[in-house]
């Protein structure tokens, strides 16, 4: 368990890894430098599972808003469904956290009953050319976050694209941020704009970019 600088609107936030690598492939992907740069594990796209992690939540007495899987995509096709099953029992028996998730494929999410203190969250980025879904919007990935059973979230981060036309409504609130780094995409105002949702999060990210796009806390 972390302490983490991660720009999101719940603080204080901790993160928690008890699996680590992803298959998905995203080229910005920031995790994948984290785990070769400190050799986390031997092959990224063979992704670990670390049951002694489970404990990690029993230990923080304090009432905590944790991230689950920062250094992976959790829900990804190809996490056994039993690491799964041992994290959301961690979730479960530790009702005083709140317990964040965010993926890139959100259906998965329908084949686990999630205790209240989850909160659900689905990654886009409005990418139009390349990437896996939901990376880019060939395919809608809404319908699937409509029926979830708790309070959702988007992460629009990186954005790389339009999302004119494409609602938001459904879910609590939306979490823009641009991509960073050498060679980064600078998001066009045009794209942050076409974002609508009465509760967005303009990450620091966008508010160096655009300084106009303040969060309602700043107002």
């Known amino acids: 368990m972390n302490k983490t600088k991660i720009d999101w609107p719940w ?16 080229s910005y992907c920031y995790a994948k430098k984290i785990s070769d740069r400190f050799k986390m594990i031997p092959d990224w796209t063979e992704p670990q599972f670390f049951p002694k992690r489970l404990e990690d939540p029993y230990e923080v007495k304090k009432s905590s808003t944790i991230f689950v899987g920062s250094m992976c995509d959790l829900f990804g096709t190809w996490v056994n469904p039993f690491w799964i099953n041992k994290i959301i029992n961690v979730c479960r028996e530790n ?14 999410y329908a084949n686990w009953k999630f205790p209240e203190n989850c909160r659900l969250g689905a990654t886009v980025t409005g990418e139009k050319n390349g990437g896996d879904w939901p990376c880019n919007l060939k395919n809608d990935p809404t319908p699937h976050l409509h029926s979830l059973p708790n309070p959702t979230f988007i992460s629009i981060e990186p954005l790389l694209g339009s999302f004119f036309g494409h609602r938001f409504d459904f879910v609590d609130q939306i979490i823009v941020g ?21 509760n967005i999060y303009y990450k620091q990210s966008i508010r160096d970019l655009y300084p106009e796009f303040s969060n309602q806390e700043e107002t």
């Open 11 to 26: 603080k204080p936030l901790l993160t928690w890894n008890p699996v680590v690598g992803c298959r998905r492939g995203c």
């Open 95 to 108: 009702p005083h956290h709140e317990f964040m998730f965010l993926t890139k494929n959100p259906v998965r």
């Open 178 to 198: 641009a991509m960073s780094g050498p060679g980064a995409v600078k998001p066009r105002r045009e794209w942050i704009e076409s974002i609508k949702h009465d």
